[in-house]
Nanobody, 131 residues
Framework: QLQASGGGLVQPGGSLRLSCAASGDTLDDYGIGWFRQAPGKEREWISC???????????YYSDSVKGRFTISRDNAKNTVYLQMSSLKPEDAAVYYC???????????????????????WGQGTLVTVSS
């Protein structure tokens, strides 16, 4: 079971770090993706880190967040982080993490977004960007 946390209110230009923690499974075996959904908009894929044990451990970003967001793993804590910097009002959304065992899931999410499906989906965390 996945749980996203770390959301909150931040001013434009500020930073937040989101966490995706799992209970029961070792996240090391999974590709972990971050998605977001703003009110009235479709769910959007934004980042992924592939499994270091089943794939190459590489990171992937959508054009909308590349250069501002960083995804990383802490295997000791069984947690994946999304460090968000230079936040903009358009980054405001509910952020979700997802996990999948498919070896190429990051490439699939980058290509097809949520339509690629997912193995597990966590409860979201709200990020508000406002002055």
């Amino acid at each position: 079971q996945l749980q996203a946390s770390g959301g909150g209110l931040v001013q434009p230009g500020g930073s937040l770090r989101l966490s995706c923690a799992a209970s029961g499974d070792t996240l090391d075996d999974y590709g972990i993706g971050w998605f977001r959904q703003a009110p009235g908009k479709e769910r959007e894929w934004i980042s992924c880190v592939s499994s270091p044990s089943r794939s190459d451990g590489f990171t992937y970003y959508s054009d909308s967040v590349k250069g501002r967001f960083t995804i990383s793993r802490d295997n000791a804590k069984n947690t994946v982080y999304l460090q968000m910097s230079s936040l903009k009002p358009e980054d405001a959304a509910v952020y979700y993490c997802a996990a999948d065992l498919r070896t190429l899931i990051c490439a699939q999410w980058k290509l097809s977004g949520p339509k690629a499906g997912f193995g597990s989906w966590g409860q979201g965390t709200l990020v508000t960007v406002s002055s």
